[in-house]
């Protein structure tokens, strides 16, 4: 429907349907805007025993498969996330252990260590938001 009663299914079809953007970045961007759309699905979710917990159930027994193919796809989004989340904090301390070449002049020292605080920057930011994402998924 069209009322609040379609809100959460909707947003179940906008989470599996912007997996299929043609955009260059959609990879990265689809992460954001579940993220966003979870977070309104969780809200919407825990209000009291609502028109959406009925809206979801006729969801399921009308389109099974629409169901699975949402929660398929929240699977796969936990496991990349954390995965994602995990190799960024591998990363991080690898960058926070680079001591540098024996050797090393301060110049070449100074421009290492400036570029490894930018990648570690980077890396904190993009960890942290898919360490976030996999907790948020964790807790639906």
């Not at 979710?45 to 389109?63: C, D, N, S």
């Not at 993009?126 to 639906?140: A, D, I, K, Q």
């Amino acid at each position: 429907g069209c009322g609040r009663e379609g809100l959460v299914p909707a947003l179940m079809a906008f989470f599996v349907e912007i997996e299929l953007t043609g955009a260059d970045d959609a990879f990265y961007t689809k992460f954001n805007h579940r993220f966003h759309a979870l977070t309104l699905m969780d809200y919407l979710w825990e209000a009291p025993r609502t028109v959406h917990h009925a809206a979801v159930q006729g969801l399921f027994e009308t389109q099974p498969r629409a169901v699975v193919q949402f929660f398929n796809m929240l699977l796969n989004d936990l496991v990349h996330a954390l995965s994602a989340g995990l190799e960024g904090l591998e990363a991080a301390h690898a960058i926070e252990a680079d001591g540098g070449e024996p050797g090393e002049g301060a110049i070449r020292a100074f421009i290492r260590q400036q570029e490894n605080a930018a990648r570690l920057r980077d890396l904190e930011r993009h960890s942290g938001f898919m360490n976030e994402y996999g907790v948020g998924l964790l807790s639906l």
